[in-house]
């Protein structure tokens, strides 16, 4: 039996989350049953979507319960099995939790992967992971851009809002992408091909409204939402007729009450459609994402930037970048070597 260092949640957060609603433990790893593998965490996907699980509230998961590991996606080698396709020494992802090892047993989201498909084994917690087949399904399935249209993506310069903008790029569009502060705008034209970037920073509802507007004077096709509140609302005064908007994300609110949104009544005027994105309705699917996803980041049609910090004990740290917005890519914790 290994040890096994646990990164708990003990409290609801109230707010942001702090310290005291977490614990780090260290257990030992219990005995397998049969089909089941142990699974050695390399590396830890940090997401907002964390933030959500943490509260008392329906969701299309169930909260993560009180003195349970952090929930998230997870990737590192089988050290231990009981399950005849699962072997010691292959790669493999799934649901787990920020701890050193994982008990897994097929199915789900759990899979094995392939290192050699890939540049980086930690590709699969970005281009070709959940957030990469978020990106793809949400645009292309929901969205259904087309050669000469204009998509305006929120959250831009984030993991998801980068590979949204590319793809859509490589689909043919205009791409329009709002991001926080000059070093991101500049990422989204000279990183992740976006033909414009907007700065909301220090800007009313009104005035980022007349500059998207000023961007794209015959209006958006596509709004993929990724922050919600008053970028949202601005973006939905640009829609053309028959636009379409994704909701994907609203990460300005995770931490604090709702915000409204005023301009909602544009979805009538212009018989314009408003669609939420959930990974967990496309699992059945994503085999159909993942082999256009790898080889697009193999040949570098899609660029993914990854933030990666280190240490168990600097999970709450790491998982904080995702909402100051310190973090340069793709969000990733490292737990071994």
Partial sequence: MAANRRFLLVRRPDGTPVPDDFRLETV?????????FLLRNHYVSLDPAIRGWMDDAPSYLPPIALGDPVRATTIGRIA?????DYPVGAWASGLNGIEDYSVCQAGGFTTLVDETAVPSITNYLSSVGA????????LLDLGKPQPGETVLVSGAAGAVGSLVGQIAKAKGCRTIGIAGGAEKCARLTADYGYDVAIDYR??????LAEEIRAAAPEGIDIQFENVGGEILD???LALKPKGRVILCGLI????????PAYNLWQLIVQGATMHGFILTHYIPRMAEAIPELAAWTRDGTIRI?????????????????LFDGSNRGK???KIAD
């Fill in 234 to 236: 601005a973006g939905l």
């Fill in 202 to 207: 220090g800007k009313s509802r009104e005035a």
């Fill in 80 to 84: 231990e099995t009981t399950h005849p």
């Fill in 131 to 138: 957030i990469g087949v978020t990106a793809y399904f949400a």
């Fill in 305 to 321: 930037d990854e933030h990666i910090d280190e240490g168990i004990e600097n999970a709450l740290p790491a998982f904080l970048r």
């Fill in 28 to 36: 030992e790893t219990p005995p397998l049953a049969p089909g089941q």
């Fill in 331 to 333: 969000m990733i914790l």
């Fill in 252 to 259: 300005s609110q995770y931490n604090s009450e709702p915000q």
